[in-house]
C-alpha cells in the first residue's frame, strides 16, 4: 500500500518503511512521531482512493530516527550567482536548505 501526501507546497509519494526528506517544520522537541493529514491518494494494486482534494478519514503517521532536533538534516550548499553583463557587477550567494528525516510507520486509510 501507498500513499501521495502534501506536505508544505511538494507532494510526495510514501509507502510503510520509507524515508523521506520534508520541509522544516514546528515540532515539539519531544515529539516522537508527525501525522499527516493532508493525503491526496491512498492505494495498492487493486483498491485505489482518490481524494477531492483530500481523502477523508486517511492519515499516514511517520517517526523520526531519534528525537526531532536530530532528525534535522542539511542539504548539500548551494552557490547562486548574479552576472550582469558590461556592467563590472557580480555576486556569488551560497544557501543551504534544512531538511527533516522521517521513516513512515503506518498508512491509514
Request: glycine share 6%.
Amino acid at each position: 500500500m501507498y500513499a501521495v501526501i502534501e506536505q508544505g507546497s511538494k507532494q510526495y509519494k510514501v509507502a510503510k518503511g520509507d524515508y523521506i526528506n520534508i520541509e522544516l517544520t514546528d515540532v515539539a522537541p519531544d515529539a516522537k512521531t508527525i501525522e499527516f493529514s493532508k493525503v491526496l491518494f491512498v492505494g495498492d494494486d487493486k483498491k485505489a482512493k482518490i481524494g477531492t482534494p483530500y481523502v477523508e478519514g486517511a492519515k499516514v503517521i511517520a517517526s523520526f530516527k531519534t528525537t526531532a532536533q536530530e532528525a534535522v538534516i542539511k542539504s548539500d550548499k548551494l552557490y547562486p550567482g548574479y552576472f550582469r553583463k558590461r556592467k563590472a557587477s557580480k555576486k556569488r550567494i551560497g544557501h543551504r536548505q534544512k531538511y527533516l528525516q522521517v521513516v513512515i510507520d503506518e498508512i491509514q486509510a
